[in-house]
């Protein structure tokens, strides 16, 4: 079995639980607790949301990490614009940390009902995104938000974006269940029906198109936990979530547990 990699957004989705907020040297003592602890991957912020999240990179870049990688968080680029034009991107690049994580939509209602977008146009969105900062000599994790509520409804659209994920290049792809009503055997079965496509996809076959896979999940259901351990069982290689499961609503997988 591969090593799997424990990846903190403590300083990011955990932040958005109720009555948590860091400065940002508050942040810059707990990356390095989490450092100190062995957490592979740490998820600083999001720098093109906030001024704070921005001066913690800063602060950041003089900190020598024993064993962590930093990583700064955001989305796609905007429809109907070069990934170069894209303001989220080009902060995402300022903040000059080794790893960039950013988020894209699975959920086909969410593309055309929420963002008014094409489904063509959310494609290619993640494509040039991830092709974009990987040409930035970037390791590219793209959380795929929303993915196994949008498994659920369109199985093949779903699908879509993760192979536009692995042909652009991504280095870690990971499943989210951001919405955290999904159960345990639905994790189960939708990883392993997406395995089973992706060994059969004649498109993602090369050698270099061979990302590892991990999973983001939240605990409305008080599954998060269980949910993370049953991702690991089925062969993702990454588990992401927080210190005491902190997080938004009912909170994230719970890293202590």
Same mark, same amino acid.
């Given at each position: 079995m591969e090593p799997i990699s424990l990846y903190d957004t403590t300083l990011r989705d955990g932040t958005q639980g109720e009555n948590i907020s860091f400065s940002a040297d508050e942040k810059v003592k707990i990356a390095e607790r989490l450092d100190n602890m062995g957490i592979h991957y740490i998820e600083g912020g999001w720098p093109g949301s906030n001024p704070k999240d921005i001066q913690f990179f800063d602060m950041a870049r003089r900190v020598k990490f024993k064993k962590a990688r930093l990583a700064a968080f955001g989305a796609t680029r905007k429809p109907g614009i070069s990934p170069d034009d894209d303001a989220n991107l080009k902060a995402l690049l300022e903040t000059r940390t080794p790893v960039v994580t950013i988020f894209g939509k699975s959920w086909d209602l969410h593309v055309e009902k929420v963002m008014e977008n094409t489904l063509t146009e959310n494609l290619a969105m993640i494509f040039e995104s991830i092709e974009y900062l990987k040409g930035n000599h970037k390791e590219v994790? *793209? @959380?795929?938000?929303?993915?196994? @509520?949008?498994?659920?409804?369109?199985?093949? *659209?779903?699908?879509?974006?993760?192979?536009?994920?692995?042909?652009? $290049?991504? #280095?870690?792809? &990971?499943?989210? #269940?951001?919405? $955290? $009503?999904?159960?345990?055997? +639905? &994790?189960?079965?939708?990883?392993? +029906?997406?395995?089973?496509?992706?060994?059969?996809d004649p498109a993602l076959s090369a050698e270099n198109l061979k990302p590892r896979f991990g999973i983001h999940t939240h605990n409305d259901c008080g599954l998060a936990v269980a949910n993370s351990i049953t991702a690991v069982r089925s062969g993702l290689t990454m588990v992401q979530g927080t210190i005491n499961g902190y997080g938004e609503r009912c909170g994230n997988a719970d890293l202590t547990s």
């Open positions: 994790i *793209y @959380d795929a938000e929303h993915f196994f @509520d949008g498994f659920k409804e369109n199985d093949a *659209y779903a699908f879509r974006t993760i192979s536009a994920a692995i042909q652009a $290049g991504a #280095d870690i792809i &990971v499943f989210c #269940d951001t919405n $955290g $009503g999904t159960l345990p055997f +639905e &994790v189960q079965s939708a990883i392993e +029906e997406i395995f089973k496509r992706i060994k059969t």
